[in-house]
């Protein structure tokens, strides 16, 4: 088994979002395979509504994240995510239509994580409607995907529920703190779990850190 990085995340969370921008430097620069795991922060219980002190936090916490990392948050998402108070702030359907991807696609999870988040926090749409999802899923050649999350049966909803259950467990396994975490998975199994702080702060610390625990 070769050497690589899992990411545990959530589509609704803000960081994760700026992650992706530093990201794919981190994975040409180390060579390591991606493997994203969903912990389904911001979903069932998790799941809230979005009411004006929360789109007030929201909103200064994207701009810190957009004044470090360089990623978008644009007016649009403003106006018509945080300031729509019928639209709950809930990752559920958005991961659910990560896990249609990783049944039909895996290899293109992270670039249908990236499009969902482009769509919410770039073109301000609402990501909590199926219709919004399949329309993503479908401009990105994923059809298969898309009539997958249009008609979830058991296969995929079991699917569903194990990867958000593998995704908690190893977060607390690995003593991991929200999301994102980062954890470097060794040829043997063994957990190294990363500072994700240092790809917003500095990529280049990261990638050492990982080349660091890839040689060890």
């Given amino acids: 088994m070769s050497r690589t990085l899992v990411y545990l995340f959530d589509p609704l969370c803000g960081w994760c979002y700026g992650a992706a921008g530093p990201l794919p430097q981190v ?17 069932g219980s998790g799941a809230r509504v979005m009411d004006d002190d929360f789109a007030a936090y929201a909103w ?27 639209q709950a702030f809930d990752s559920g359907p958005s991961t659910l239509a990560l896990s249609a991807v990783n049944l039909t696609a895996p290899e293109r999870e992270f670039e249908a994580l990236k499009a969902i988040q482009a769509a919410r926090y770039v073109d301000g749409l609402d ?8 329309a993503v899923l479908a401009n990105l050649g994923l059809d298969t995907a898309a009539e997958r999350l249009t008609r979830p049966d058991s296969a995929l909803l079991q699917v569903n529920d194990d ?20 954890v470097l998975q060794q040829a043997d199994d063994a957990l190294q779990l990363l500072p994700a702080s240092a790809i917003f702060s500095d990529p280049r610390a990261f990638i050492r850190e990982l080349s660091a625990g890839v040689k060890s």
């Fill in 127 to 134: 990501v909590t409607r199926v219709e919004t999802l399949t």
């Fill in 163 to 182: 990867r958000v259950g593998q995704g908690r467990a190893l977060l607390r396994r690995v003593g991991g703190q929200g999301v994102p975490t980062f």
């Fill in 27 to 43: 994975l040409e620069s180390t060579g390591l395979a991606l493997r994203l795991i969903p912990t389904g922060l911001f979903s």
């Fill in 60 to 86: 200064s916490n994207d701009q810190r994240i957009e004044r470090l990392t360089g990623q978008v948050f644009s007016e649009r998402y403003r106006d018509h995510v945080l300031a729509d108070r019928l």
